[in-house]
């Protein structure tokens, strides 16, 4: 930290992708998506300068949806003195950002960011991207949704037996669909060293280049600055809050239950009816899994060759035993992938 002034972190719901490598390990720039869509969060800009002894000024700008969606392209970058133009045009990816989930591992092609699903793209044209595992001993692994589906949502049936037969064919596709992972880092950051002629600017613009400042800051003589850039749930409890109650109880009455007809034989209009009534409870269901696990809104800003998704979970292999729980350990809040 000796010859850098300024640390950014980053948490929440967020896309990394380091565009057009160059030498020395450095890339023309970081784009981040920030997936705004995702229901509950806000995305939190706080700024904390800090100037020896130990003394601290803090200012935090919070953007609901309704505002931050208006941005599709903000650009961070340093500028020479009083001129808006970028001075800098490239950015390190330290070892260290290996530890953070890499979706392309788990996937026959590399998943390709659908970035006009994400508002906003912030392009980062400064700094060095590390990240580090911090008082974090948990072990991740990733599920098929549908073994997670199965599993969280209730079985209704008149015939115990089909109750019975359902439950372990959802217990053996959660099981079979196991994929380790590994432990994951929880702190996200790039180090930026800005010097007395410059400026640390933020502007939005389009695709490819800024165009209108909003704002700068510049560490006075002495000074670090410490930012933070969050896309995190608003609520407190991201997994049992009263939306999720009031959730659930819709999903237990669009399930299968006693007395439901699912068709008649050689009629096919009945049959039609009756798979669109499957696919929208597997929606609904779905939408109802999103809100539990953050991690399944990446399948919309993603762009994938096989239709498999997954879940991650902390590796707690003990809460299906016993009895069949419906609360078992989920995602972190949120956590940044790279693609």
Known sequence: MSNKNVRIYFDGLMV???LDPQSDMRFKEC???ILTMAGGH?????IKRKTQPHHVEKRCHRL??????NFKHLWLYLSQGGESESCDTSVRRHKSFDHVFRMGRFYDRKPTPNWDAMRPTLH???????SKIVNNDEIYRLIDVEGVMNLHTPLFHADPTVVKSK?????????KSHKKVG?????FFTDIDVKDDQRLVLAVGDERDPSVELFSVKPRHGEFIRA???NMPTYNDSTGSSDMAHQEETLHNTTDSPGVSTGHHGNQAPLEAAKVKADKKKENRMKILKRRFHFLNYYDVLKFEEPTQYVLLQDNEDWIEGSRKRSPRPDPPCIAIEV
Request: net charge negative.
């Open 183 to 187: 432990k994951l880092a929880n702190y």
């Open 228 to 230: 933070s850039l969050s």
């Open 167 to 175: 439950l372990e064919a959802a217990i053996d596709h959660f099981t």
């Open 64 to 69: 609901p949806h309704d505002q931050i969606k």
């Open 124 to 130: 980062i044209t400064t700094g060095e991207f590390k």
């Open 16 to 18: 990394f992708s380091f």
């Open 31 to 33: 784009r981040v998506g």
């Open 42 to 46: 806000d995305v939190t800009l706080e």
